[in-house]
C-alpha cells in the first residue's frame, strides 16, 4: 500500500490503492447498465475495457455514450467477450434480464473472472445452486446486486434487530409495491417469461425479503405456501402501459404481477409477505418485525430499493409503561441516494476483490432468499405448501 495515493471514491469512504487499475467488462447494455458504467466511472483505480449485448450495435452505442475510447465491444455473447483473453478482465458486471443470469455468471466464473451479478440472483434456486458451484470452483468473489444494502437506514433495521431491544423474533411481515407500476417502460424485459422468467416476486420482492432476512442474518427457510397473480399485466386495458402498447404488452406477459405467501422459518419465526408490480391499492402494509421484548414498524415503501421516507417506530415497554420510539430518518449526504447507492455498490464489490475479503452481497445469503422466490411459485403452480431444501456447500 506504499503506493497509495490521496483519491477516495465520491462518497467520501476509504483512500483507494490505485496503482493496480481493475480491468471491467460489462455483460448486458440495458437500462441498468447504465447505473453500473456510471459508479466504475468514478472509481480511481477502474478501467472499462469492453461490453457486450446479444443486439448488435448495442453495446457498441452505449460505451460511445459514455465517450470511452479503446473499449472493445464486437461481441456476439458474453462467451466471445469472456473468451478474449487479450481483455485480461479482473472482473464483470452481469446486468442481463433474469433469464441471462445464470449462464454468464457461471462461465464468467470458470473463467477465473470475479463477477457482479444484477438482481434477482437467478430465476430457479436450481441454477443459483450452479452458480454457487461455479464461485466455489473459481475462488472468485460474486456479489449480488443488492445495494439497498448500502443504505444506512436498512443498515439500521439490521443493528436494531440484532441489538436484542426487540428479543425473541417470532413474527414478520413484509412486501410493498405499486399501484400501477409494472416495469415495461423500455420494452417487454421484465413482462415476458422467455427474458424475465419471474415478475413482482423476483423483481421487488427480493428487496423486501432481503430488507428482514439480512436483518435477522438470514435464518434457513424451511416450508413455503405460496399465491402468484397476474390480473394487471395480461388485462389489454391496464392504464400503466403506454396507450400504444397495452394490447401487445398484454399478450406478452408471462409472468406474476402480485404475490403472496406465508414462510416458516428455523427458528420458529413466520414470515408474511406480499409483493405488487400493479393493485388496487395504495400499499400492501408496512413491514413489521415483531419480537418478544419490542416490534418494529417499517413504513412501506413502493420497493424497498433504498428508500426508508417515513420514521420507524419502535413499540415497547419502559417501566412497564406502553412507549414508542421513532428511529430518526438517516439522512445521505451529498445528493441522489441511488447514486450513492450504486458506488458503494460497485466500491464494496471492487474492495472484495482487491483485497480477497468476501463479497459484500454473498451467495452464502441470497441463496435462501432465492430459494424462497422459489419456493413461492413452485407452491402456486401446486397449490400447496411445499418444503424448501436448500444444499450445503
Ligand atoms: N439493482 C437495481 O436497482 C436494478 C434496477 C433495474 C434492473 N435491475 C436488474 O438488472 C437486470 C437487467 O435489467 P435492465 O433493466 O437493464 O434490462 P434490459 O432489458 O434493459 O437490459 C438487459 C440487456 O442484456 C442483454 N443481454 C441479455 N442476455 C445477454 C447475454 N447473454 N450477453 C450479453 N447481453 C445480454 C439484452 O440484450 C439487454 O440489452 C435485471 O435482472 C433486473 O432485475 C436491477
Given at each position: ?46 478501467e472499462i475495457v469492453a461490453g457486450c449485448d446479444l ?45 441471462q443470469h445464470a449462464a454468464p455468471a457461471i462461465y ?146 408471462g409472468v406474476d404481477d402480485f404475490a403472496a405467501a ?132
Open positions: 500500500m506504499s503506493q497509495l495515493n490521496s483519491f477516495t471514491d465520491r462518497t467520501g469512504g476509504a483512500k483507494i490503492d490505485t496503482s493496480k487499475k481493475m480491468r471491467i467488462g460489462i455483460i448486458g447494455c440495458g437500462w441498468i447498465a447504465n447505473n453500473h458504467m456510471e459508479a466504475y466511472l468514478a472509481q480511481p483505480d477502474v443486439v448488435p450495435g448495442k453495446a457498441e452505442e452505449f460505451f460511445k455514450k459514455y465517450g470511452i475510447e479503446g473499449a472493445k465491444t464486437d461481441y456476439a455473447s458474453h462467451k466471445e467477450m469472456i473468451d478474449d483473453k487479450s481483455l485480461a478482465l479482473d472482473a464483470v458486471s452481469i446486468c442481463t434480464y433474469n433469464r464468467a466464473l470458470d473463467a477465473g473472472i470475479n463477477v457482479l451479478l444484477e438482481k434477482p440472483f437467478t430465476v430457479t434456486l436450481d441454477e443459483a445452486v450452479e452458480v454457487m458451484k461455479a464461485e466455489k470452483r473459481s475462488g472468485k468473489v460474486l456479489s449480488i446486486g443488492f445495494q439497498p444494502r448500502m443504505d444506512a437506514n436498512m443498515q439500521q433495521i439490521k443493528k436494531i434487530v440484532q441489538s436484542g431491544v426487540l428479543g425473541d423474533i417470532y413474527y414478520i411481515q413484509t412486501g410493498g409495491g405499486r399501484r400501477r407500476g409494472i416495469p415495461a417502460p423500455f420494452g417487454t424485459s421484465f413482462i415476458a417469461d422467455e427474458t424475465a422468467g419471474i415478475g413482482a416476486v423476483g423483481d421487488i420482492g427480493c428487496y423486501s425479503l432481503d430488507l428482514v432476512l439480512n436483518a435477522l442474518g438470514y435464518p434457513k427457510p424451511l416450508t413455503v405456501s405460496g399465491y402468484t397473480s397476474s390480473f394487471f399485466g395480461k388485462d389489454p386495458e391496464y392504464s400503466g402501459y403506454a396507450e400504444d402498447k397495452r394490447k401487445a404488452y398484454a399478450e406478452k406477459f406465508f414462510i416458516r422459518l428455523e427458528g420458529g419465526i413466520v414470515l408474511d409477505f406480499r409483493i405488487a408490480w400493479a393493485m388496487n391499492l395504495d400499499t400492501p402494509g408496512d413491514t413489521i418485525i415483531m419480537g418478544t421484548k419490542g416490534s418494529l414498524r417499517i413504513p412501506s415503501t413502493e420497493c424497498w430499493n433504498g428508500s426508508v421516507d417515513k420514521p420507524m417506530v419502535i413499540y415497547h415497554q419502559v417501566s412497564g409503561l406502553d412507549t414508542q420510539t421513532e428511529v430518526p430518518i438517516i439522512e445521505t449526504t451529498g445528493g441522489d441516494l441511488l447514486v450513492y447507492l450504486f458506488d458503494r455498490k460497485i466500491r464494496t464489490f471492487l474492495d472484495a476483490c482487491k483485497n480477497g475479503t468476501p463479497a459484500p452481497v454473498p451467495s452464502s445469503e441470497i441463496i435462501y432468499n432465492q430459494a424462497i422466490i422459489d419456493g413461492i411459485v413452485k407452491s402456486a403452480k401446486l397449490g400447496r405448501e411445499v418444503e424448501i431444501e436448500v444444499p450445503e456447500f
